[in-house]
């Protein structure tokens, strides 16, 4: 028997509908609207960071049902699309409010298998919350019109694609799957989605709230695994949409095999997010705002600010940065007061660890090492503390490389202009971020830098879904952006009426065979 992973001082209870503590259940596939235990052979571990616990094993999905899943989306689309878009609209606000309602379920659930503390968590349903709750304004799809002249009209329609499928990443277990949830059916599709096989539990609550919320069975459907899986929905000729996140060698892959098949590819990769501390800051405010973006969720955020830019004198405030990264309380994710938990797997604290001893070796300062720390309670999860490198320089590992941990590198410059080109020399161009008490220089920034998400005094600059997520340069693949209106074009297809009505009877005799002029 697994021994019981401990609740934390948090109070809080496990999701214990997708796993028993004593015995570990396996993931289901979500297969027309039902919980389906696969009749694989093939099963994935999935253990809690915190004390390496298996909590569930999730299967590699046979390719019987992998086409179950695409068979059912495809029966369910044409009554689909055709419901009315209030109908749609409805089944929104009911998700809405399950969301709401099992909110504390889905952060438990995400603190269970990805490790970020439990309130970091409810961030992390919430900013997926707020896409759905932006699919509720169907005045996005809205087409265009225009008389054209008195008998005459043009318009557009904005049509479904069919069946779309998305490939998520396991750092955001609720927060990816919700940016293409809502806004794929909201807008008439079928969605297959394939959740991190690393943390698929909070999409399994999402499908069990979608199915109450309204949505009829095939409209949506989860399929569990790993390259298989992907390959399958690359090659499978009806699904038309793939939404990606994840991995630069994942995205490549996907983006390339996807758009050669023919289908629509929307693929946000990696990232190496730069903070710019100008000696003009507000001091407090701009250390704070780093030390949170660089380490919260143990800096397995795709916007976490992982490189810091001294501008002249600012260098001088690291020790008091570094002050404030100690002050940080690492330890399981369910403990009141947490800052930051495990990372994902021993895996990964392998690959970070060696990335900051790259750095020792190629000449950077060792600032802070959270190599080694380990909480009393917990001695068996992934734990790396925060770890500050000084003295970086664009030729090492360290700053070549996404990190994706606790780690933050800093590099000096003497101007400005400096760090505009260092950031604008990085292949990435995911966030950025200045710290300034200057509208000229925030200004200057704002225009001359190359990345899709620019903070001002802000560390983690990601839009409401108003707006759209917006990463650029090596930090995206496609041209459709995530959720808002390019989410919704991402997803749909203009269908372009010109209409005549003639009030009289036609008088022409003849037909008229040149082009109108
Ligand atoms: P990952 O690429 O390992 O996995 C993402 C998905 O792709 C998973 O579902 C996985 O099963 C699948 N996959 C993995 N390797 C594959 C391969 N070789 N071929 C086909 N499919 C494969 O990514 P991850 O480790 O889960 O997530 C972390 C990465 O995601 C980081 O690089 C981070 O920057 C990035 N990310 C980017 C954004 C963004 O919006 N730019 C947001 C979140 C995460």
């Known amino acids: 028997a697994v021994p019981q992973p401990s609740a934390g001082t948090a109070g809080i209870s496990y999701p214990m509908d997708h796993f028993s503590l004593d015995q570990p259940t396996s993931t289901k596939n979500f297969l027309n609207n039902q919980m389906v235990e696969s009749k694989t052979d093939k099963w994935i571990d999935v253990n809690d960071p915190a004390t390496q616990q298996v909590v569930t094993r999730v299967p590699e999905t046979t390719s019987e049902e992998l086409k179950a899943a695409v068979d059912s989306a495809q029966k369910a689309f044409p009554e689909w699309r055709n419901t009315s878009i209030i109908k749609r609209q409805q089944i929104m606000f009911n998700l809405v409010h399950l969301i709401r309602k099992n909110m504390d379920r889905l952060a438990a659930s995400i603190t269970l298998e990805q490790g970020k503390t439990f309130a970091d968590a409810k961030g992390d349903v919430l900013r997926g919350l707020q ?92 399929v569990h695994g790993t390259h298989k899986t992907v390959d399958f929905i690359l090659d499978e000729p009806r699904i038309k949409a793939i939404s990606f996140v994840g991995s630069d060698k994942a995205g490549e892959y996907i983006y390339r095999r996807g758009t050669a098949n023919g289908k629509r590819v929307q693929a946000n990769l990696g990232a190496k997010n730069h903070g710019v501390l100008m000696p003009d800051a507000n001091k407090n405010h701009a250390l704070n705002a780093l030390a949170g973006a660089a380490f919260g969720a143990a800096g397995q955020r795709c916007m976490a600010l992982s490189t810091l830019v001294c501008v002249g004198e600012a260098k001088n405030w690291l020790p008091d940065l570094v002050e404030r990264a100690k002050a940080l309380k690492v330890t399981g994710g369910f403990e009141q007061g947490a800052d930051l938990g495990p990372v994902i797997s021993p895996h990964a604290k392998t690959r970070i660890e060696g990335l900051i001893q790259s750095g020792v070796d190629e000449g950077a300062e060792l600032m802070l090492d959270g190599r080694g720390y380990k909480p009393d309670k917990y001695p068996k999860g992934n734990w790396i503390a925060p770890t500050i490198l000084g003295g970086v320089r664009t030729d090492m590992q360290c700053y070549q490389q996404e990190v994706f941990g606790p780690v933050l590198v800093c590099l000096n410059v003497d101007t400005l202009d400096d760090a505009i080109e260092l950031i604008n020399n990085n292949k990435y161009g995911n966030g950025t971020a200045i710290f300034t008490q200057s509208g000229a ?40 952006n995530f959720y808002g209106k390019g989410g919704v074009q991402f997803y749909t297809q203009l269908k372009t009426v010109t209409a005549l009505w003639k009030h009289e009877d036609a008088v022409a005799t003849r037909a008229n065979v040149e082009m109108p002029t």
């Open 131 to 222: 896409v759905v709750e932006s699919c509720v304004n169907i005045q996005s799809l809205m087409g265009e019109s225009v008389e054209v002249s008195t008998d005459m009209d043009t318009y557009t329609m904005r049509e479904p694609l069919g069946v779309v499928a998305a490939i998520a990443p396991f750092n955001f277990p609720a927060m990816i799957p919700l940016w293409c949830l809502p806004v794929a059916v909201v807008t008439g599709n079928c969605l297959v989605l394939k959740p991190s096989e690393r943390d698929p539990g909070a999409a399994m609550i999402i499908a069990e709230l979608a199915k109450e919320a309204g949505l009829p069975a095939g409209v949506f459907n989860i």
């Open 441 to 480: 220089t925030a200004r200057r920034f704002q225009k001359d830098i190359e990345a899709g998400q620019v903070g001002i005094n802000v560390p983690i600059p990601v839009p409401l879904p108003l707006f759209s997520f917006t990463g650029n340069k090596g930090s995206i693949l496609g041209d459709l």
